[in-house]
């Protein structure tokens, strides 16, 4: 297989781009790969907000593409930054297409490394990997705590082309009864875009993370989200609704044939309703209808670990059913090891780290 390198580079502030542009071969492509969202174009866009620079390394075969990512760059402080590809890298199937478009790919991000003005600390991947590729060399697993900069790699993934009737059956008892219990009391599920329901989500959202002691995200964060999911028609936010009180809700992306739980939350009142349990399979029904396979339920705590923060929701969530999934770990290539140890004492990383470098 003959692969061409394409490299497509943004700026750090960008203004919207219809189609067709650049990236839309791209979206296209990976919208029909096994891969998340956070390797879309819009993706990458909306993470500028958050200082997150990126370019994109598309391998292509006879024109067509075949492999590659977005790379996102983040200074974590003036000198140094670090590259990062969550959800990806996006690899062909066959094994050996694969390692050849790897090898590429880091050949693209090398080159651009060399050019970089800023000493690039390390490479960080999140390919969404069951199993670890043999020809994946030089890349050591990053530590689960003391680190900001990682997605969740255990997730739960209901299988959403059975029949309504198939898909509840496959959930547990409790599940299945919490769901009618919501019927029974009236509760109703509606989608809200607007500002209104952005200011309803916000509400339901600092209620539960303070409740919980959890560090919330501003305003803006949701505000500029729910706008991107909203104008590409690619999700939003969804409430359970009792006698007119908005109790419980979710933020969706529906990406490709995929719909992520990404964001949630709930009121402390009223839990007796089971609102949440009604809110997520009726979410389920309207991403059936639009296409959609899998319903994710974006994170959960690995089996065997009752001390984890997310062990209460993954209880929540478990009931649902569906095929527990794990990925392998968030991985990194050290470019620097001296600026690779200054990224780990500015995020607690070091303290946690263990040379075990594939």
């Not at 790969?33 to 598309?58: K, N």
């Not at 209880?315 to 290539?333: A, I, N, W, Y």
Request: proline fraction near 6%.
């Amino acid at each position: 297989m003959t692969i061409n390198a394409a490299v497509m580079a943004e700026p750090a502030v960008m203004a919207p781009v219809p189609e067709p542009d650049r990236w839309a071969a791209w979206d296209r492509f990976i919208e029909t790969t096994p891969t998340g969202f956070m390797q879309s174009s819009w993706w990458a866009d909306f993470r500028v907000g958050a200082g997150y620079d990126h370019f994109g390394a598309i391998l292509k075969s006879r024109n067509t593409i075949v492999g590659g990512a977005v790379v996102m760059k983040f200074h974590w402080d003036d000198a140094h930054c670090f590259y990062y590809m969550p959800d990806g890298p996006v690899l062909p199937r066959d094994a050996s297409a694969a390692a050849e478009v790897f090898e590429a790919i880091l050949d693209v991000i090398e080159d651009h490394r060399r050019s970089d003005p800023t000493t690039v600390s390390h490479l960080r991947i999140e390919p969404r990997w069951e199993h670890l590729p043999e020809f994946v060399r030089g890349f050591r697993p990053v530590p689960v705590l003391g680190d900001a900069y990682m997605e969740p790699r255990d997730t739960l993934c209901v299988d959403l082309l059975p029949s309504e009737q198939e898909i509840l059956a496959q959930m547990k008892p409790k599940g299945r009864y919490n769901i009618r219990v919501a019927q029974r009391h009236g509760v109703s599920v509606v989608a809200d875009n607007s500002d209104q329901g952005l200011a309803d989500f916000m509400s339901i959202y600092r209620e539960m993370t303070a409740r919980q002691g959890l560090k919330a995200k501003p305003a803006d964060y949701f505000q500029e989200l729910v706008s991107t999911l909203s104008s590409r028609q690619q999700g939003g936010v969804y409430f359970a609704e009792y006698q007119g009180l908005r109790i419980a809700a979710a933020v969706v992306v529906m990406f490709g044939r995929t719909a992520t739980y990404f964001f949630g939350g709930s009121l402390g009142q009223h839990p007796h309703l089971m609102a949440p349990y009604l809110l997520h399979f009726e979410i389920m029904r309207h991403a059936k209808a639009m296409g959609c396979t899998c319903y994710d339920f974006w994170g959960i705590a690995p089996l065997g670990t009752s001390n984890h923060p997310w062990q209460d929701i993954s209880v929540f969530k478990r009931k649902f059913g569906g095929r527990e999934v794990s990925f392998v770990p968030t991985l990194d290539h050290v470019y620097d090891p001296a600026a690779y140890d200054g990224y780990g004492t500015a995020t607690g990383l070091k303290k946690n780290a263990v040379d075990n470098t594939l």
